[in-house]
């Protein structure tokens, strides 16, 4: 455990817990538990809570700050086995799942942990702090292959460049830690680049994604989740890039689509019908909530519910 506290100021808190639609009734999963922000307000409203994170830590946090629910379940794994978790627990259905997706503040706060670009710190960025590391991707991957990383996770249009560079870099010495990352980095960006917001922003974000398979298993969990909800269940999804809104509102899109037959066809043969319908389009911070946590301005909150 780190001796630092662990904070975590939940972004949409009171959308989320609204677009969940508590009552005693309800067995409720969040799989991003982190901090406990938003579990302690579902624990206090539903019937039954299983609490995941994939980092020892938030769940060691967990247990001290939810320990005086009676209802809450707290597990350290990986929200994308939503379905082995719950057989494991005896659980058939469950009425809602929030997701919180994205890095903690308690990660990026705690440089030891290597997720900040702002302070030196090993390279790890590990959120369950096992399996690859972002040392093993920035040392071992060939340059093409962290080109396509960096460009396709972080958006980013020097990846080419930054690629080329970390791979000369590394030939004289492996690259260690955060900031000798973000030298390279730089040193990889015309000037003009370097004064719209910091330059490491986006690849370290892809090569997170990389480390933790954020995407890869987000689609999947979303599918699995729905298997598991109860008609009339929610899945509500904070997001904070357009990677994750988009891998979202694709697949609620998916589920709340009717026939797909062409529509010169006079009647419908794909007996394809929705599986259930958007609580809303999706939602975002409200200018005050952004100037108090500047990390929210990003996010996306959307919701769908269950035929």
């Known amino acids: 455990m780190s001796d630092m506290p662990f904070v975590h100021k939940s972004v949409l808190f009171d959308e989320a817990i609204e677009a969940l639609q508590l009552d005693s009734s309800k067995t409720v999963v969040d799989g991003t538990a982190g901090g406990g922000g938003h579990s302690r307000e579902i624990a206090k409203r539903a019937g039954r809570l299983i609490a995941i994170d994939r980092d020892p830590d938030a769940a060691a946090v967990l247990r001290e700050r939810l320990g005086s629910f009676g209802n809450v379940t707290i597990v350290n794994g990986n929200f994308a086995d939503i379905k082995s978790i719950l057989a494991s627990l005896g659980i058939e259905q469950i009425d809602g799942m929030l997701l919180d997706l994205g890095v903690s503040s308690f990660q990026l706060d705690n440089a030891k942990r290597g997720f900040s670009f702002h302070k030196d710190a090993p390279l790890d960025m590990r959120m369950s702090k096992s399996g690859v590391s972002a040392y093993d991707v920035v040392n071992t991957y060939d340059e093409a292959r962290l080109a396509d990383i960096i460009y396709r996770y972080g958006e980013e249009r020097y990846s080419r460049s930054i690629a080329k560079n970390i791979a000369l870099a ?106 259930g319908r958007l609580e809303f389009k999706s939602k975002a911070p409200s200018q005050r909530e952004i100037e108090e946590n500047p990390r929210a301005h990003s996010a996306r909150l959307r919701a769908f519910i269950k035929f």
């Open 170 to 275: 590394r030939q004289e010495k492996p690259i260690k830690t955060t900031l000798e990352l973000v030298d390279i980095i730089r040193s990889s960006m015309p000037a003009k680049e370097l004064k719209k917001g910091h330059p490491a922003r986006k690849t370290f974000q892809a090569i997170r994604i990389e480390v933790n398979s954020e995407l890869d298993s987000l689609k999947s969990a979303l599918c699995d989740a729905f298997d598991c909800l109860a008609p009339g269940g929610i899945i509500a999804v904070i997001t904070f890039h357009s990677l994750e809104d988009r891998i979202v509102k694709e697949q609620f899109a998916e589920w709340t689509r009717g026939c797909t037959c062409p529509k010169e066809f006079p009647v419908c043969v794909c007996g394809n019908k929705p599986k």
